[in-house]
């Protein structure tokens, strides 16, 4: 029986692409509240329920936040950050607090990983690494979560396994690597090689402070980064 893929786009998933324009045209600024569900059922012409399931989906990505009999606000931008493209600067306010989450969990995860870790797992770990030198293998981006997904597979604790994924996925949300410099996302490539070391050699501290440095030195880069995705974000509001 033949089968085609269906294209059609659920109606929160259209909700929440018009409000992410609204975002990106600066009509709302951080800070500001969004109309009222009143106000937006009557523009958009959809169920309440459409409506707050969009909204779930954007809190999901760190870019919304409901407060109790308040409404909801564009999330505050650090001031690390002036772009003039209000929605690259909050995907990178997202991606530090992210980063700043990892750095509390995956420094332990990978301390944890160097002492549990089996030849299967370094296998594993091996492989990966392996990939980022390799031109037919998959995204780059998808590399890198990939080796973080499997430290953490390397603790035999599910719990922790699943934390890190939930990272991951609000990663692939924001698409971290558009916010990086080509030249500092190569180098942070680089460094898994010495993590997947110090878990080899069965040496904790040594992971811990290699993951550490690592996910520090990406904080930087997303400071300092993100002329691509600015680049894209112009264009979309321009077109």
């Not at 309440?48 to 870019?63: D, Q």
């Not at 409404?71 to 493209?85: A, D, M, N, P, Y």
């Not at 392996?130 to 035999?156: C, G, I, M, Q």
């Amino acid at each position: 029986m033949p089968f085609f893929r269906v294209e059609k786009q659920r109606l929160y998933e259209s909700v929440v692409d018009q409000l992410v324009r609204y975002v990106e045209t600066g009509e709302i600024q951080p800070g500001d509240r969004f109309p009222s569900e009143r106000e937006l059922e009557k523009h958009l012409g959809v169920s309440r329920g459409i409506l707050r399931e969009a909204f779930r989906v954007l809190e999901a990505r760190g870019l919304i936040e409901s407060r109790p009999g308040g409404g909801r606000f564009l999330r505050e931008v650090t001031s690390l950050f002036q772009e003039g493209v209000t929605l690259v600067a909050l995907e990178k306010s997202v991606l530090l607090d992210v980063v700043e989450s990892r750095l509390a969990l995956e420094v332990n995860v990978a301390r944890l990983a160097a002492v549990r870790a089996t030849r299967q797992d370094i296998a594993n770990l091996r492989s990966v690494v392996k990939k980022f030198f390799s031109r037919n293998s998959p995204r780059e981006e998808d590399k890198d979560l990939d080796f973080h997904l499997a430290v953490a597979r390397a603790t035999h604790n599910f719990v922790l396994h699943e934390l890190v994924k939930l990272q991951i996925n609000l990663l692939k949300e924001h698409h971290q690597q558009s916010h990086l410099e080509r030249d500092s996302w190569e180098s942070l490539c680089f460094e898994h090689r010495r993590i997947l070391e110090a878990i080899e050699e069965g040496n904790p501290d040594t992971a811990a402070e290699a993951m550490d440095a690592h996910l520090r030195r990406l904080k930087d880069a997303i400071i300092g980064g993100g002329r691509e995705a600015d680049k894209v974000r112009r264009e979309t509001v321009e077109n």
